[in-house]
């Protein structure tokens, strides 16, 4: 291993080291390193006891019962030093009910959820690796595999579920057999996981390089069936009918629009997968064969609220999702009035419309289509005209009392009145939203 540690890190161990205590950097920055990345969250762990720890570093906080002490740091995340734990009883399926301190490092690794991330580094001229489990092997081949039993490690905490498909999709790592027939034996348990917990590592593999792979990890694992059951129900629902380019069933056109979405923003991601998880409630087939889906926007929408106040979303990404979500059915030909463009901009939110525009994109490439048009190239340049319009009285170039000054009027209905005509004026482009342009119309105008 070539890669040079960071000079604080290097800094931590040797303090520890000096009083005469073990240390060693472990979990995720060992592995990054062994893949040849540079971490940017170090965990380190020792023999010494908190209040050791603490007294070597002044400025280090302790606040939890699992011997874990937080230094700042200015470059990376918190640095996070543990001492050698065991752990017994796990009756909420999240947390040890008791924690031990240990005496040796193999007690500890062996207590960690997969062989990638119960790798340790001793620092000195050779930098060691300690490694009780094969998890350099596992990294080489590219496999995600529980320290041990799986079955104990999900039942000691069923949150490592959703890690695991979250460490597939960032890493691009299948799950070793043993441990994936775990998971889906084992999927129910994640019930007893609080909701923020599942939601963020949800929005954690879908930011991920392998999104797609991720998701499918879920549905072929069963954890989709129990966290996003209305998501699962659109497999098999068919969209093949005439004058319809779609090639998959709803379920798999979700999967292939995530797919495809450029966006790395895991809200517009997240939308992307649930845009039309609606089509399974409205489903209809007509005699000729058609087959409709009426209004799945509407029904996605609500589908979609449910599903984030079930994941308690903040309430500005909830807002985001739902606007994707139930605007993305928007009208893209040659014939639009501008009128209608502010309108969509409107509904939308001018901040949402890169990603609006992505999702659009991605449901394209998703149903077979291609992934631009001459209409959604000649719809994205009038979104960019349109935006320079005025969208309401406040955008104008003056204000009303500009229109006292100049018309030597008192506050009151005929200043707004005033600005109302002015700003049709200019929406209609029969007057620039210029100040000098607008004041000379007030001026030329009778009071």
């Known amino acids: 291993m070539e890669t040079k540690l960071p000079e604080e890190v290097v800094e931590i161990c040797k303090k520890i080291e000096s009083k005469g205590f073990e240390v060693y950097i472990v979990g995720g920055a060992v592995r990054d390193l062994l893949m040849g990345k540079l971490s940017n969250d170090w965990d380190f762990t020792t023999n010494a006891k908190p209040e050791d720890i603490q007294k070597l570093f002044k400025d280090s906080f302790y606040d939890n019962k699992y011997g874990t002490v937080g230094i700042k740091s200015e470059n990376f995340k918190p640095h996070e030093i543990t ?20 005496k040796t490092l193999e ?26 489990f094969g998890g350099q092997n596992d990294i080489k081949n590219r496999v995600i595999r529980a320290v041990g039993d799986p079955t104990e490690r999900f039942s000691e905490d069923a949150l490592r579920m959703m890690r695991a498909v979250r460490f597939a999709a960032q890493l691009g790592f299948t799950i070793e057999e043993n441990t994936f027939e775990a998971m889906k034996l084992h999927s129910g348990l994640i019930n007893q996981i609080a909701a923020e917990r599942i939601r963020d590592e949800l929005l954690k593999t879908l930011s991920a390089s392998y999104s797609y792979e991720g998701v499918m990890i879920l549905k072929n694992s069963s954890l989709m069936h129990e966290v996003l059951p209305e998501f699962e129900e659109n497999f098999g629902v068919e969209q093949k009918s005439p004058g319809r380019h779609h090639l998959y069933d709803v379920g798999t056109h979700l999967v292939m629009a995530l797919k495809n979405c450029q966006s790395a923003d895991p809200i517009t991601r997240f939308a992307t997968l649930l845009h039309d998880i609606g089509k ?3 489903h209809k087939k007509l005699p000729d064969g058609t087959i409709t889906f009426y209004n799945h926007e509407m029904v996605s929408t ?8 079930k994941l308690r979303l903040a309430n500005i990404d ?8 139930r605007w993305h059915m928007f009208s893209v030909n040659e014939h639009q009035t501008d ?7 409107k509904n939308v939110g001018v901040e949402n419309i890169p990603d609006i525009l ?23 340049r009038r979104l960019i005209e349109v935006q320079k319009q005025p969208f309401s009285i406040r955008d104008l170039k003056i204000d009303g009392n500009d229109v006292m000054k100049e ?25 620039e939203n210029k100040r000098e342009v607008l004041l000379k119309k007030l001026k030329s105008s009778p009071s």
């Open 280 to 282: 399974a409630k409205t």
């Open 107 to 132: 007690e500890d690794l062996q207590r960690r959820d997969f062989t990638i991330n119960a790798l340790a580094l001793k620092l000195n001229d050779n930098y060691e690796i300690i490694d009780l």
């Open 407 to 431: 018309l030597n009027l008192k506050p009151g209905p005929k200043v707004g009145e005033i600005l109302n005509k002015l700003f049709e004026d200019v929406v209609e482009k029969k007057l």
């Open 318 to 325: 909830k807002e985001k999702l739902l606007r994707l979500v």
């Open 302 to 309: 609500k589908i979609a609220s449910k599903i984030a106040d």
């Open 83 to 102: 001492t050698y734990r065991t752990e017994h009883g796990y009756s909420d399926h999240r947390r040890p009910d008791k924690v031990f301190w240990g």
């Open 358 to 380: 992505a999702l659009r994109v991605a449901d394209r490439l998703g149903g077979g289509a291609r992934e631009t048009s001459w209409r959604l190239e000649e719809f994205k």
């Open 339 to 345: 009128a209608a463009l502010r309108r969509f901009i």
